[in-house]
């Protein structure tokens, strides 16, 4: 995937055709382009979800071929994105008459696009799996009834009943209650979890549902799936879900109109388990999980679920469904303290000695990893990971110079402060003498206008928000506005010192 780039647009000669502009257009300046229009345009989160993995694989005859790696992929930015795809390629590249979507066969999703980056797009090169959509620049495209148009309607069904379309997400055998490690940052997700995994049929309800919170690699995902070993080895019906596969479910049954089958289906187990609840998208899937929730709460029904932030936080998330995550009992895992990293890395040495039965790590060795890598488990097992290549490779023995030169990659500073837009709004109003609610009001004054300009520059680079929820968060504005106003800042930063160094003074303090 190509990472955007500076936004260098072609000079396009309009006498030209179609098909001579696009000889003169790079495939690769083309989907830079693309790409971080649609970065701007839908946010961070919602970009690496759904666009992480679409590719150019060519332009041939004013035809653009995109491919994604699965067919649930594909369908989803059709029936949710392909208008805003179709308006910003028409606007980027004026030669591209059509686009197509297709999947990418294993082989080729295995070597990746290293072995054949851009090359032009042809009937016996490419794998689609459709015809490309036609469309006019000028009117609305004509692929929006075929491939769904707005969200909530979909493209006809095309493939026979998939046979895992409603089953659960595969379980892992070995996230299990004892392979948990416990310290002081998870013991009341953790004892709530075995509360609810233990739980007999005819006992109360008391944790529904169970909304665990924490960022990556401190263990949540583990602790949802040993939830769900326990209940199923004691015969409960249990459905274990990540929001990719529940969307994907929901998505195919309607497409099969099979949707009855499949609300019939979550709503009569016992115990339904979601993780990374944060990625749900879509507003008819909203609308379906929380009809979904309140069914079997209503029919007691145990509910757990994890995301990578409080309910409240959530903000791409329906109001209402919102407000039912937070009605049962919300537990927040920490960060990882000093004795549970320890424990981490013994527990991860003991494996890899497993495989290699003379890697050893002395204690000292041990201790400083812990002490520099204070993020999350994922880190820590790839501080086993170089540590055990580092002793296998050089045959020389671990201490504690060799083991940092090992590991410096994984060495991060302290966790940066998570920003809040509210306290962006407050300092802002205060730097520059205006109320919070002069940035948030329609007043276009000179003296309010730049405040609120910087204010909205600063949430764009100083939070994971997109620029639709930043536009909610100043006064309801639309996301082109708060475009505008991060382009016009990061322009006058470059040129005038002065604002320069107090939009620096601003980021200091908000982060300090």
């Given amino acids: 995937m190509l990472k955007p780039m500076a936004d260098i647009r072609p000079a396009y000669d309009t006498k030209r055709s179609g098909a001579d502009e696009m000889k003169a257009v790079k495939p690769d300046d083309v989907?830079?382009?693309?790409?971080?229009?649609?970065?701007?345009?839908?946010?961070?989160?919602?970009?690496?979800?759904?666009?992480?993995?679409?590719?150019?694989?060519?332009?041939?005859?004013?035809?653009?071929?995109?491919?994604?790696?699965?067919?649930?992929?594909?369908?989803?930015?059709?029936?949710?994105?392909?208008?805003?795809?179709?308006?910003?390629?028409?606007?980027?590249?004026?030669?591209?008459?059509?686009?197509?979507?297709?999947?990418?066969?294993?082989?080729?999703?295995?070597?990746?696009?290293?072995?054949?980056?851009?090359?032009?797009?042809?009937?016996?090169?490419?794998?689609?799996?459709?015809?490309?959509?036609?469309?006019?620049?000028?009117?609305?495209?004509?692929?929006?009834?075929?491939?769904?148009?707005?969200?909530?309607?979909?493209?006809?069904?095309?493939?026979?009943?998939?046979?895992?379309?409603?089953?659960?997400?595969?379980?892992?055998?070995?996230?299990?209650?004892?392979?948990?490690?416990?310290g002081r940052s998870n013991q009341l997700a953790y004892a709530a979890a075995q509360r609810i995994a233990a739980a007999g049929p005819d006992e109360p309800l008391i944790y529904n549902p169970l909304y665990i919170h924490a960022t990556v690699g401190l263990g949540k995902t583990h602790l949802l799936q040993a939830v769900a070993h326990a209940a199923t080895a004691a015969k409960r019906r249990v459905i274990y879900l990540t929001a990719e596969k529940f969307m994907y479910g929901f998505v195919f049954a309607l497409k099969a109109q099979t949707a009855l089958a499949f609300k019939e289906r979550l709503r009569a187990i016992d115990l339904l388990v979601i993780d990374d609840v944060q990625f749900l998208q879509g507003k008819s899937i909203q609308q379906e999980f929380c009809h979904t929730l309140n069914a079997l709460i209503d029919a007691r029904k145990q509910i757990v679920i994890a995301a990578d932030r409080p309910p409240a936080d959530l903000e791409a998330l329906e109001e209402r469904v919102r407000s039912r995550l937070?009605?049962?009992?919300?537990?927040?895992?920490?960060?990882?303290?000093?004795?549970?990293?320890?424990?981490?890395?013994?527990?991860?040495?003991?494996?890899?000695?497993?495989?290699?039965?003379?890697?050893?790590?002395?204690?000292?060795?041990?201790?400083?990893?812990?002490?520099?890598?204070?993020?999350?488990?994922?880190?820590?097992?790839?501080?086993?990971?170089?540590?055990?290549?580092?002793?296998?490779?050089?045959?020389?023995?671990?201490?504690?110079?060799?083991?940092?030169?090992?590991?410096?990659?994984?060495?991060?500073?302290?966790?940066?402060?998570?920003?809040?837009?509210?306290?962006?709004?407050?300092?802002?109003?205060?730097?520059?003498?205006?109320?919070?609610?002069?940035?948030?009001?329609?007043?276009?004054?000179?003296?309010?206008?730049?405040?609120?300009?910087?204010?909205?520059?600063?949430?764009?680079?100083?939070t994971l928000r997109s620029l639709p929820e930043i536009g909610r968060r100043f006064g309801g504005r639309d996301h082109t506005t708060v475009l505008h106003a991060v382009r016009k800042i990061e322009g006058l930063t470059g040129s005038d010192r002065v604002l320069s160094e107090e939009v620096e003074l601003l980021k200091r303090m908000l982060l300090d």
């Avoid at 971080?36 to 970009?47: F, I, P, Q």
């Avoid at 197509?100 to 082989?107: A, E, F, L």
């Avoid at 039965?357 to 097992?381: C, W």
Wanted: with cysteine; glycine share 6%; aromatic share 6%.
């Fill in 31 to 182: 989907w830079t382009r693309i790409a971080r229009r649609l970065r701007a345009e839908v946010g961070e989160d919602v970009y690496t979800s759904w666009f992480g993995r679409l590719e150019l694989d060519g332009i041939a005859d004013g035809v653009a071929h995109l491919s994604v790696p699965t067919k649930f992929l594909k369908s989803w930015i059709q029936s949710h994105y392909l208008d805003r795809m179709i308006a910003i390629l028409t606007s980027e590249a004026p030669g591209i008459r059509a686009v197509s979507i297709g999947v990418r066969t294993s082989s080729r999703n295995a070597v990746g696009r290293m072995a054949r980056p851009f090359e032009p797009a042809s009937d016996q090169a490419a794998n689609f799996s459709e015809r490309p959509v036609r469309f006019d620049a000028g009117a609305p495209p004509a692929s929006s009834a075929a491939a769904g148009g707005a969200a909530g309607k979909l493209p006809p069904a095309r493939e026979p009943s998939d046979p895992e379309a409603l089953s659960g997400s595969p379980l892992d055998r070995r996230m299990n209650f004892e392979t948990f490690l416990l």
């Fill in 326 to 462: 937070a009605g049962g009992l919300c537990v927040e895992m920490g960060m990882l303290d000093e004795a549970l990293r320890i424990k981490i890395l013994e527990t991860r040495i003991a494996v890899a000695r497993g495989i290699n039965p003379d890697f050893h790590v002395p204690a000292p060795v041990i201790s400083y990893v812990a002490s520099v890598i204070q993020t999350n488990g994922r880190d820590l097992d790839g501080a086993v990971n170089r540590l055990m290549a580092h002793a296998s490779l050089t045959q020389a023995p671990l201490c504690v110079e060799t083991a940092e030169v090992a590991i410096r990659d994984l060495v991060r500073t302290r966790e940066p402060k998570r920003v809040k837009i509210e306290d962006i709004q407050k300092l802002v109003a205060t730097h520059y003498n205006v109320s919070r609610a002069d940035i948030l009001s329609s007043r276009r004054t000179a003296n309010v206008v730049r405040p609120r300009q910087i204010a909205m520059y600063l949430s764009k680079v100083l």
